[in-house]
């Protein structure tokens, strides 16, 4: 078969996949996709309403001062899932934007593939990095959000090919400061990956005369759109302070967690998240290491490079947080390093390929490994459900008898219903389960419905828990479920 059928088959089947995430439901679950999507949702009605006033317009474009480049991708989103929504029917508009903004994901591993070609590895090893990258579970998962993760990840892999190029010029590198800008202020959290990637395309023509220039260009192409931002500001502040002074302050806002373990949680959360497959890339990582010091071509000319990368990100990031104590390290920041594990071990392979060192029976173990792996890790997100559909089906199962409702643990603030003693009782619907301050007494009866609460799912918990939360959470049955509180006499 083919190289291209076969990268072709990948983005289909991960493209497919995400579809059938995304229709399961999930989207809202974070707080942080309301406040993504909410202002696009408000410029997109007033766009579409020629009566509108555009002040309102400028009003919610002036107060986006986090992760404001998120407006560029989802106010598009916005436009053509409201289009869909016309001709085929979805729960919500959310669910209809997830729809549009799902294959965003599916577009990383394409470029993983582009940027393997631009360093010159085969087809093989550039699909085997683009298999590899569609294997990843915490690359699948966040499909079904209404976030700004994936296009701020696919945007700095399509500013990495661009930058790679190999006659770089003034005009190309302003580009790539302002695609690599633009991928920042689509996320603030991976201003980590963007500048590994800066670094990379800088440093791979020293001595170059020109590279200070490239440098320039680099950085004044970066600024472009947070100066236009921070000018926006001056002139429509409406009392609030500009632009960059904001977005300093705003880059500190990573607290929910613990600063000390910064520098274990990359690994923590790629455990949970992707099991057998980082034992995979540290495998694959410490290949590049020995075939690059046996003179293997791959891994010398692109599998150190993509090394570097991932140190980079992973110094920046336990830095920032262990030692400075800036930001601590959530789970969604450890995402940045799987384009270039990916990367890295497809240059091991080919080069334990090309010296057949390998038997084929290892090859095909390893091939079915992989598969059997990336089938146990995607079925529990596509398995999950959340709270809406959980309220649905209980309302259902139980209707015209009254529920109440609790917590199975101490810490979250929420206005309990005023209901009379009833039979049954609902947890763990009404409100997100943080703080995690400690187990609440238990709720005595027979359980008569039950599904696994979202957070666990245990990757959900490194986004938000610190390691006292997540033990909580582990002694806490946090289940969705009916309890049967009546007693036989």
Known sequence: MAPRLVLLLVLVASAALRLVLVLNGGQYFWIDESHRLHPCLMIVDALRFPNHPWSEILDVLAVQHLHTGFILVGIPATFVALGLMKVATFPTVQTAVAVVLSPVSVIAIGLVYLVARRLRADRWEAVLAATLMACSNCLFYYARHVLSYDSALALALFALWWGLHPRPTFGRMFVLGVLSGTAYMIYFGYLTSVLAILVICLVRHVPSPRVVVHAFAVGLGFLVLPLAMHAYTLVHSGGLPPFIDDLLKLMKLATQGGYEEGWRVPWAYLWHAEHGLLIAWI??????????????????????????????????????????????????????LVPFFCLATAAAVRDLA?????????????????????????????RQWFIPEVEQEVAERFAGDALAHDISIVGPEWDLPVDRPTRYVLLNTVTFLYPAKEVAPPTEGRIVFQQPHPLDFLPYQYEVFDEAGRRVLADADISMRVVDTHTPD
């Open 283 to 336: 495998l694959g990582s410490g290949a590049v290491l020995v075939c690059a010091a046996r003179g293997g071509e791959a891994s010398r000319a692109r599998g150190l490079l993509w090394l570097a990368a991932a140190a980079m990100i992973y110094g920046l990031l336990a830095i920032n947080s262990t030692v400075l104590q800036n930001s601590v390290v959530l789970g969604r920041f450890a995402r940045q």
């Open 354 to 382: 090309t010296a057949g060192s390998v038997p084929r029976a290892v090859w095909a173990t390893a091939a079915v490994a992989l598969a059997a792996q990336t089938t146990l890790n995607f079925a529990v997100p596509l």
